[in-house]
């Protein structure tokens, strides 16, 4: 067996394991304890005083 042999099992094992790590990145943003955490990061620009975006 070449590489070139291999080359569809290997595309599909990518497809599979992309797949699950996309999945996996989805249940972590998604996921509601760490709403909170990423609410409060997205409003650091908007808050009025800078030592605040330090923190």
Same mark, same amino acid.
């Given at each position: ?9 290997? /595309? /599909? ?27 409060? /990061? ?5 808050? *009025?005083?800078?030592? *605040?975006?330090? /923190?």
């Amino acid at each position: 067996m070449t590489l070139a042999d291999l080359q569809p099992v290997f /595309s /599909s094992i990518w497809v599979v394991w992309f797949f699950v790590l996309f999945t996996g990145i989805l249940f972590y943003a998604l996921s509601p304890k760490r709403k909170r955490r990423f609410e409060e /990061s997205g409003n650091i620009p908007f808050r *009025d005083d800078p030592r *605040d975006r330090l /923190s």
